[in-house]
């Protein structure tokens, strides 16, 4: 199973792809997603857009998960944020997704064991967990860690589904 991890942003779209085998976590790619500052608001969201569809055209996953905003202190960033995060959401979900969210707090937790660690610790993790991995970005490292916390919470779903049925025998 592949999955997508997306970490929201107008200027920049994380993204990352990891290969997920039983327990066993692979990086496949990652990346960012950029939007012309210059540009118009409709214009940036069209290459946000453009570059998550080729992006999922690109790399096949079978599910995505994307990190959810938290809110800014500037009311006109967080909106501009939301809308951006509304294309991230809409993207895979167009494509045929399931989409799953994620709060950052919850994404540290499932990476890192603390849902305030810092940058550097959910980076040391990521690198930590997909041995080898060089990510292109501080938002692509994001994205991966959103990947890794929906991969292990797959997991634990699947296995309490299983023990679930195993009781209603």
């Known amino acids: 199973m ?3 991890g997306l ?3 107008l ?4 993204w990352g792809v990891v290969e997920v085998a039983g327990n066993r976590l692979t990086h ?3 990346g960012a997603v950029s939007s012309d500052d210059d540009a118009p608001l409709a214009e940036r969201l069209n290459q946000l857009y453009d ?3 080729a992006v999922i055209d690109r790399f096949a996953p079978g599910e995505a998960a994307v990190e959810e905003t938290f809110v800014n202190k500037n009311p006109v960033s967080t ?3 939301g809308v951006a995060r509304g294309v991230v959401l809409l993207v895979p979900a167009r494509a045929g997704l399931a989409v799953a969210e994620y709060s950052a707090n919850h994404v540290k937790k499932a990476v890192v064991g603390g849902g305030h660690a810092q940058k550097p610790q959910v980076q040391m993790m990521v690198r930590t967990l997909l041995p080898g991995v060089d990510f292109s970005s501080a938002d692509a490292a994001d994205a991966l860690a959103v ?3 929906h991969a292990h919470h797959r997991q634990t779903a699947a296995a309490q589904a299983r023990v679930a049925a195993g009781l209603r025998r």
């Open 28 to 30: 496949v790619a990652d």
């Open 79 to 81: 909106l501009k944020l």
């Open 11 to 14: 200027r920049h779209t994380g």
């Open 2 to 4: 592949r999955i997508l």
């Open 51 to 53: 570059g998550l569809v």
């Open 147 to 149: 990947a890794i916390c």
């Open 7 to 9: 970490d929201p942003g």
